[in-house]
């Protein structure tokens, strides 16, 4: 089963980790678990998009959320079961160093239609 990790953490401590996910993201890349991720751009940096009532586009400066807490970075992995994929996201260092990693399983049958 694929779970996309959604790492979240304090941006104002963001110059505290320049180091990312260090080995951890190593090991799962060399056992096969990492099928894909990344280190976000900040919040600030960020273009949201809704669409208007005619289907105009609506671009607006920064994150969806005015929150403290924003998404730093993602993973995606592969494991058997969500008690793996806990396993897994206990250990990365942004939940360490007092973050969240949010834990969603993908939608099995390809994209959602919603």
């Given at each position: ?13 963001a110059e505290e980790n320049t180091e ?7 090991d799962l890349a060399e056992r096969g ?62 939940a360490i160093a007092g973050g969240s ?14």
């Amino acid at each position: 089963m694929q779970y996309l990790l959604l790492i979240c953490q304090d941006e104002s401590r963001a110059e505290e980790n320049t180091e990312g996910c260090g080995t951890w993201g190593q090991d799962l890349a060399e056992r096969g678990i990492t099928k894909g991720g990344g280190i976000l751009q900040p919040s600030t940096d960020a273009t949201t998009l809704r669409l208007g009532a005619q289907g105009e586009v609506l671009l607006s400066d920064g994150p969806f959320a005015e929150t403290k807490e924003q998404i730093a970075g993602f993973v995606l992995i592969e494991c058997a079961d969500l008690d793996e994929a806990v396993e897994i996201a206990k250990d990365h260092p942004g939940a360490i160093a007092g973050g969240s990693v949010e834990i969603r399983p993908l939608w099995t049958g390809g994209m959602h239609q919603g």
